[in-house]
């Protein structure tokens, strides 16, 4: 076709026909949008908008058109038209056909128009926009597309109404768009916002048949998208939707028929209307008097949903409105789930000024490895979220098995869970594995809410914000979307099991963990070095600030001499020096009245356990009986603060000052662990579990308990009628004092026990290392250590030990050889006198005691009731030997052992019967010697074995 043809146009005279009512009003209303039309044509000089060009109308009886054609202003000169023949032009009510070629200065393509009831409409391809038209971006809109789901749709919406927004996605009507609208239908005008089917969007790029029935609707406002959508799963997904994939129809009767089946109705926070508003507000729908508009960029993230709640609830106060505000009336829930109206509609409760800016920064400082997301924030409560902004995920390591016991049934090498973020690294470090996404809750709402307000590497600001977020917390819960809360917890869950390595993983960051970090069992050290530390008393923890103590003087009183006379041989090291600022002064006054103890069946594998030590070889009929074995560390907290308590208050062996001091120690205990550095009694417990289970993992267990078996580990039996009396001979020329435990047993031997025994006895060896301890604190810069070993000592022992010249040699080489050369046990000879006489003189050893002062130029008190440690250390060598109270008595003084033990409820009765009647025994004596191995014994007669009974018995 020639470009300077002329314009011709194929005319059919019109039907004569009357026009309704209607029809005219119509067709005032059309004359009328036509002037509009032409007057912002004239005003664009030239250069029609698109408005224009799709708008264009002629009618024949247009009084403004005389020449029946398109107007100039319309159409541009540019453009030319020419008549299109068809085999149905002949027909009489075929409508007028024209076919336009625009130049290619403009960027069009080839466009067909049809004129249909006096409108002609442009078909163009949305590409082909000339640039030289104005947008609508330039008018201050924003065109796209993007999809009507959002990620908290499952929060508000039923699962119908959820699914049913996936299927639907918000656009702005193209050229195309436009030139689709049906007839009878209000024009569409590009830019303008509808929703349609994306699964009839993706078949019409290769199908040019009709959009299907509800597949594409442009609302009117905001209001009315809740109406639209939903009408659509019966008016086209159910019907009329061809394009639909079968999983997504699947997914449609599925949920149909859940609905159908299930009772209960779905709870939401707001009603569903709300939402929807809220929602496209969220993306940046508007109203106009077109329609709905784009008045954001699409391709920001969508605003926060309480900030457009705020916003629209001021808009409807302002306004006066009350459409779609607050809860829909036929929602129903209990008070504790959905609360009313009011209430979700409320401002949301802040606290104060510095919290609030303590929650921005954890807002701003999230990164990848926190477990919360900005996003989350709106799914809880501000303390819920700030609380979690102080974890951070960690794997089990083999010291998080060990100390939980049987709370450590579902934990393995390699497991995630959650920790303080401030403490990770460091030996107070809290560790939790909740075992499933339900336990989240209480775990963080009270295990680790504990910890905070203990943490000391927390900021204070952070802890003061939590404290006052804590106090809102339940105010500010029943503001939330009904299970909002669990689907955070949710999500932190699945991130905590993300995390989760096997055992091949953790074995270089096992390797890698230094011990001093208390992340790994560190080995035992040795008994001497442990017994050699410096003891931490009570009265160094009361200088310490804040530290709560008992104002009974007589407690004060039993804590000191608990600490003064501090020998830990005496219960099996269980607790040492290094281990008195671990814990409170309950627990350390409970654990010097309890020892190691084999287990009941020795022929099974049991860990050793804990015994009172005053009635743990007596007959005591006490319920609880003071003997238990706990399984894992954190049970001996409980085992202490139950069974052994109510234990000693029963036992009749336990001294009266003792049990009072428990009961005024226990009811301050729980105030004394929250002063005491986090994680110390912990620690302490840990090194307990080691302690016997070290015990444990040493012996094996014998398969029976036989007289043989017994004999195997070097015990000789040497009964009497009415005692038994088991003893190592090995051992047995050694005084009680310098051997190792577990010499002597006045009931069935512990086959455990024995081999224990057995593997730290050192035969005809002297053990000098507590006794040359306790030497050195007694002389520690009281006298002059070069002259001790002169005379004076002996001097002093030869008092002691009645003028037994070889016993007193042996201890003095002995002792002088620990302290000068650090042997803990030399070799000696056998005794074979008694460690200590039967009588003994006070005003002998207070005149050896003066003498002794004098010789080694004596700093303190030449009374030996004023030496508190020299005390000790003659205690140890004499258990029986009562110092006067006043040290100045110079009238003779005889203690006898007997009267002694007889007084003490606590020595066994056949010792005693042994010594008050021995002419009345002599079969049994002579009995006793013949089965005694060792002839060294033998040759010490009946009162050595009576006086090893009544040493081993206070020992």
Not at 264 to 282: C, E, G
Not at 350 to 376: G, K, P
Request: hydrophobic letters at 35%; aromatic letters at 8%.
């Amino acid at each position: 076709m020639d470009d300077d043809s002329d314009v011709q146009i194929l005319e059919e005279p019109p039907a004569l026909r009357v026009r309704s009512d209607s029809e005219e009003i119509e067709y005032e209303e059309r004359k009328q949008r036509r002037r509009k039309i032409r007057r912002a044509a004239r005003r664009a000089k030239g250069y029609p908008s698109f408005l224009t060009l799709l708008t264009m109308n002629y009618n024949d009886g247009d009084e403004d058109s005389e020449a029946k054609v398109p107007d100039p202003y319309l159409i541009p000169s540019t453009v030319k038209i020419e008549p299109v023949t068809s085999s149905l032009a002949k027909q009489t009510e075929q409508p007028k056909r024209l076919r336009i070629d625009v130049n290619a200065k403009l960027g069009l393509k080839e466009g067909v128009a049809i004129k249909v009831e006096d409108s002609c409409m442009i078909d163009i391809h949305p590409d082909t926009i000339p640039s030289a038209l104005a947008s609508h971006r330039d008018e201050g809109w924003y065109e796209g597309v993007i999809s009507m789901a959002m990620a908290d749709d499952s929060f508000y919406l039923s699962p119908l109404q959820t699914w049913t927004r996936r299927q639907f996605e918000f656009f702005s009507a193209t050229v195309e768009d436009a030139s689709l609208l049906q007839a009878g239908r209000r024009a569409v005008t590009v830019g303008r916002v509808g929703i349609r089917c994306i699964h009839c969007k993706a078949a019409r790029r290769s199908v040019k048949d009709p959009w299907p029935i509800g597949a594409m609707s442009y609302p009117t406002n905001v209001n009315s998208l809740h109406t639209i959508c939903t009408q659509k799963p019966t008016l086209h997904f159910e019907h009329n939707c061809k394009y639909m994939s079968n999983v997504a129809r699947q997914e449609l009767d599925f949920i149909q028929q859940q609905s159908e089946l299930s009772s209960k109705r779905f709870k939401s926070a707001f009603s569903v209307p709300l939402y929807y508003i809220l929602a496209a507000k969220r993306i940046g729908l508007t109203d106009t008097d077109d329609g709905l508009r784009f008045e954001r960029d699409l391709s920001l993230e969508p605003l926060p949903l309480e900030t457009i709640r705020q916003q629209h609830q001021i808009h409807q106060h302002s306004t006066g409105g009350d459409d779609y505000d607050g809860l829909d009336s036929s929602t129903t829930a209990s008070p504790a789930k959905v609360v009313s109206s009011s209430a979700a509609t409320a401002t949301k409760i802040n606290a104060d000024e510095a919290s609030e800016r303590v929650l921005a920064q954890a807002i701003a400082d999230l990164d990848e490895s926190n477990l919360c997301t900005a996003e989350q924030k709106i799914l809880v409560t501000d303390f819920m979220f700030l609380t979690v902004r102080q974890m951070k995920t960690c794997n089990a390591l083999p010291s998080d098995i060990s100390s939980r016991g049987k709370r450590a049934k579902g934990v393995h090498v390699g497991l995630a869970g959650y920790s303080c973020r401030h403490c990770a690294d460091t030996m107070e470090c809290f560790r939790s594995y909740p075992s499933a996404a339900d336990n989240m809750v209480s775990s963080i709402m009270n295990s680790f809410w504990a910890h905070v307000q203990k943490c000391r590497h927390m900021p204070q600001a952070t802890k003061r914000a939590l404290t006052e977020y804590k106090r809102l917390h339940t105010r500010q819960l029943v503001q939330l979307p009904y299970g909002s809360q669990r689907k955070f917890m949710q999500d932190l869950w699945e991130r905590i099991r993300a995390d989760d390595k096997t055992e091949e993983e953790m074995a270089p960051i096992i390797a890698s963990l230094p011990l001093e970090q208390g992340l790994l069992s560190p080995p035992t050290k040795s008994t001497d070095a442990r017994a050699a530390a410096p003891i931490v008393t009570a009265s160094k923890m009361e200088n310490a600030p804040n530290y709560p103590i008992v104002d009974d003087q007589e407690t004060q009183t039993v804590l000191q001499g608990a600490e003064r006379d501090w020998d830990p041989a005496v219960n099996d090291f269980l607790i040492r020096p290094e281990d008195r600022s671990l814990v409170s002064d309950y627990v350390f006054l409970a654990m010097r009245q309890l020892k190691a103890v084999g287990p009941n069946n020795p022929t099974r594998s049991q860990l050793y356990g804990l015994s009172c030590i005053h009635c743990h070889d007596r007959e005591c009929q006490v319920s609880p009986s003071g003997r238990s074995y706990p399984s894992a560390p954190d049970n001996y907290a409980s085992a202490l603060n139950s069974s052994y308590y109510n234990h000693f208050l029963n036992c009749t062996y336990l001294p009266t000052d003792v049990k009072q001091a428990l009961v005024a120690t226990r009811k301050i205990h729980s105030v004394q662990c929250a002063s005491l550095q986090f994680g110390s009694q912990r620690k302490y417990f840990n090194r307990l579990f080691e302690r016997l289970q070290s015990i444990s993992s040493s012996n094996i267990v014998t398969e029976c308990q036989t007289m043989d078996g017994f004999n195997a580990h070097g015990f000789v039996n040497v009964s009497t009628k009415q005692q038994p009396y088991w003893m190592c001979q090995m051992c047995s020329g050694i005084p009680l004092a310098f051997r190792a435990p577990g010499s002597v047993w006045f009931q069935t031997p512990d086959p455990l026990a024995m081999q224990h025994h057995q593997k730290r006895c050192n035969s005809s060896k002297w053990d000098f290392s507590h006794a040359g301890n306790l030497l050195q604190e007694c002389i520690e810069g009281r006298c002059d250590s070069n002259k001790l070993f002169d005379g004076p000592l002996r001097k002093l022992l030869l008092s002691l030990l009645g003028n037994d010249t070889n016993l007193v040699d042996t201890l003095t080489k002995g002792l002088e050889s620990f302290i000068i050369n650090g042997n803990g046990a030399t070799d000696a000879p056998l005794a074979v006198s008694k460690l200590w006489p039967v009588k003994l003189n006070v005003s002998t050893i207070q005149t050896a005691f003066e003498e002794f002062a004098d010789e080694t130029q004596w700093t303190g008190s030449r009374h030996l009731a004023d030496q508190q440690k020299l005390g000790t250390f003659i205690k140890f060598l004499c258990p029986y030997f009562e110092i006067p109270p006043n040290g100045r008595g110079e009238e003779r003084m005889e203690v006898d052992n007997v009267e002694s033990m007889d007084k003490d409820p606590g020595l066994h009765s056949e010792v005693s019967d042994n010594q008050s009647g021995a002419a009345d025994d002599d079969e049994e004596n002579e009995q006793f010697l013949a089965k005694a191995s060792d002839e060294d014994m033998a040759q010490s007669g009946t009162s050595q074995d009576s006086d090893d009974d009544q040493s081993e018995m206070m020992l």
